[in-house]
């Protein structure tokens, strides 16, 4: 997320949209501190100083 820092709250959708879009049923790798740009089926890993600390998705973390 740090590609899309400087963009507006639509346009940083726009692009997150776009890269679903594209990587549609594929594995993505997304670095984010926004929990807005995680959807609910996302599996998400929590790093704290290059260790998971947590895993699963959004609404169960």
């Known amino acids: 997320d740090e ?4 963009l ?4 940083r959708t726009l692009v997150f949209e776009a890269i679903k879009r594209w990587r549609k049923n594929k594995t993505k790798i ?6 807005s740009q995680i959807t609910p ?3 998400v890993y929590v790093l704290k100083v290059g260790q998971v600390v947590e895993q699963g998705y959004r609404y169960d973390l």
């Open 3 to 6: 590609a899309t820092s400087a």
């Open 8 to 11: 507006d709250a639509t346009s």
């Open 30 to 35: 997304v670095i984010t501190h926004g929990l």
């Open 41 to 43: 089926n996302d599996f």
